[in-house]
């Protein structure tokens, strides 16, 4: 149950932190441990598309595209050399990351308005990079670790974003392209 006192945005937030939460459940499960795994997801067009990509081990990658509205992306991957390649384009996407070990990537693109980010990452040498074009996307990153990077990019107007870092040898650069982010 959620506190009356939450405003929309906060019991949206909420929700997707329980979804991550998930993630990490599925993360920690008994999977089939496998190296230089690669998963593709080229859902073309549509409404409430979810792709759930759960990855254990060492030189994974994953590529993801989804267009159309409300479509979903939740990702968790752990080990060495691992990477994620997502775009989404249109209206109420998602996307929830979780990555942990070491020497991690991830490339996300967003087109169109009301895109939400979410990612996690833990670990030594990870980097993010987030674009966003439209109005009104969000991006919230957490890193935990060393020598960590997040690199963000929204075009527009009307875009939010977060991003907190633990640890040493960490970068955040952030560029946003309109005066009422």
Same mark, same amino acid.
């Given at each position: 149950?959620?506190?009356?006192?939450?405003?929309?945005?906060?019991?949206?937030?909420?929700? &997707?932190?329980?979804?991550?939460?998930?993630? %990490?459940?599925?993360?920690? *499960?008994?999977?089939?441990?496998?190296?230089?795994?690669?998963?593709?997801?080229?859902?073309?067009?549509?409404?409430?598309?979810?792709?759930?990509?759960?990855?254990?081990?060492?030189?994974?990658?994953?590529?993801?595209?989804?267009?159309?509205?409300? +479509?979903?992306?939740?990702?968790?991957?752990?080990?060495?050399?691992?990477?994620?390649?997502? *775009?989404?384009?249109?209206?109420? +996407?998602?996307?929830?990351?979780?990555? *942990?070990?070491?020497?991690?990537?991830?490339?996300?693109?967003?087109?169109?308005?009301?895109?939400?980010?979410?990612?996690?990452?833990?670990?030594?040498?990870?980097?993010?990079?987030?674009?966003?074009?439209?109005?009104? +996307?969000?991006?919230?990153?957490?890193?935990?670790?060393?020598?960590?990077?997040?690199?963000?990019?929204?075009?527009? *107007?009307?875009?939010?974003?977060?991003?907190?870092?633990?640890?040493?040898?960490?970068?955040?650069? %952030?560029?946003?392209? &309109?005066?009422? +982010?």
């Amino acid at each position: 149950m959620l506190p009356i006192n939450m405003d929309k945005r906060e019991k949206s937030l909420f929700n &997707h932190w329980g979804r991550l939460l998930v993630i %990490i459940g599925i993360l920690l *499960s008994p999977l089939a441990y496998a190296n230089e795994d690669i998963s593709s997801f080229d859902e073309l067009s549509g409404a409430g598309n979810l792709a759930s990509v759960s990855q254990v081990g060492d030189s994974h990658s994953a590529d993801i595209s989804q267009q159309g509205m409300s +479509n979903e992306l939740y990702l968790a991957q752990t080990g060495y050399n691992t990477s994620l390649i997502a *775009s989404q384009q249109g209206v109420s +996407n998602e996307i929830l990351l979780l990555q *942990s070990g070491s020497d991690i990537e991830a490339s996300i693109l967003q087109t169109g308005y009301g895109n939400l980010v979410i990612a996690n990452q833990l670990g030594t040498a990870l980097e993010i990079d987030v674009t966003q074009n439209g109005y009104g +996307n969000q991006a919230y990153i957490h890193q935990t670790g060393y020598e960590n990077s997040v690199w963000i990019q929204q075009n527009g *107007s009307g875009h939010v974003v977060s991003v907190a870092q633990w640890g040493s040898s960490q970068t955040a650069v %952030i560029t946003q392209g &309109h005066a009422s +982010n």
